[in-house]
């Protein structure tokens, strides 16, 4: 063989190349209790969530059933009731931090109010729950006000309704053949258990005047015909001691506590009386 000779090399053939699948890394133990137990904690809120909105409820209709018996209310009267934070946590520890009650339309006297109340500090004692105290109020619309202040032979003629802090009796009077609209303004006050009212201003024909302008132009004495006042410790249990009375948001306002040691007893559920 010369330089001049051609070499060939014979290069070998490519050789296929199979590649087998490559196997799925193995699940981690740590991950799948990691998961299992977010899967199990979800479910686990869940039912705490179910379980609290069911016993919210029960507590809710329980406690309302509770107070139709105590207040003789009939069981198609309206009762709202509030329980404030965990029923299922308060129940375990025997408290109850705060319990909101309302009452529709519950008598009062000649006339119906609406009732709210807040029992707070509630513990187990003796099998039944017991508040430490127990606070809220009366409120009265101007029709449910015009049936407690108003004169049951005068509610056609006269009308009651809310001027800011003033109630404001209104009706016609005769000026000779002419009947011209007057409304008196009275401002309520409370004292001794008796509810009052002192006139502030007096409208006729839609001019309005003070109780010193009145006076000082007729020489009228306004207080002499101040309506009486009331005794409303009368018309409630004597266990129930009104605090104040006033208007508020359109509505007669009167706020009260109650004495928790007398509710039980027979002089607690009778009726008060005025010094």
């Known amino acids: 063989m010369t330089l001049f000779d051609q070499q060939t090399d014979v290069l070998p053939q490519p050789q296929p190349q199979w590649t087998e699948a490559a196997e799925p890394a193995p699940v981690r133990l740590g991950l799948l209790l990691s998961v299992l137990g977010v899967v199990l904690l979800v479910l686990a809120a869940s039912s705490l969530v179910i379980a609290e909105i069911l016993a919210h409820g029960e507590s809710e209709r329980a406690v309302a059933d509770e107070v139709r018996i ?164 009368e018309l409630v249990p004597s266990a129930l001691h009104i605090q104040d009375v006033r208007v508020d948001d359109d509505r007669l306002r009167m706020d009260f506590d109650i004495d928790v040691a007398a509710v039980e007893t027979a002089a607690g559920r009778a009726l008060g009386t005025c010094p």
């Open 70 to 233: 105590r207040l003789a209310i009939p069981a198609g009267e309206r009762v709202e009731v509030d329980i404030a934070g965990s029923v299922l946590l308060q129940t375990m520890v025997g408290r109850f931090d705060d319990i909101g009650v309302t009452i529709y339309s519950y008598p009062a006297g000649p006339s119906n109010a609406d009732v709210t109340f807040t029992m707070e500090g509630l513990q187990w004692v003796d099998d039944e729950w017991e508040p430490h105290h127990v606070s809220g109020a009366m409120t009265f619309s101007a029709a449910q006000a015009a049936a407690l202040m108003v004169p049951a032979q005068a509610h056609s003629a006269l009308r009651v309704d809310f001027s800011g802090g003033d109630v404001v009796v209104s009706g016609s009077a005769q000026a000779g053949t002419t009947p011209v609209t007057a409304s008196v303004a009275v401002t309520p006050r409370f004292e001794n258990g008796r509810f009052g009212a002192s006139i502030s201003s007096v409208t006729i024909g839609g001019k309005s005047l003070s109780a010193e302008e009145v006076a000082a132009q007729t020489g009228a004495d306004l207080s002499a015909l101040q309506p009486a006042p009331v005794c409303l410790a």
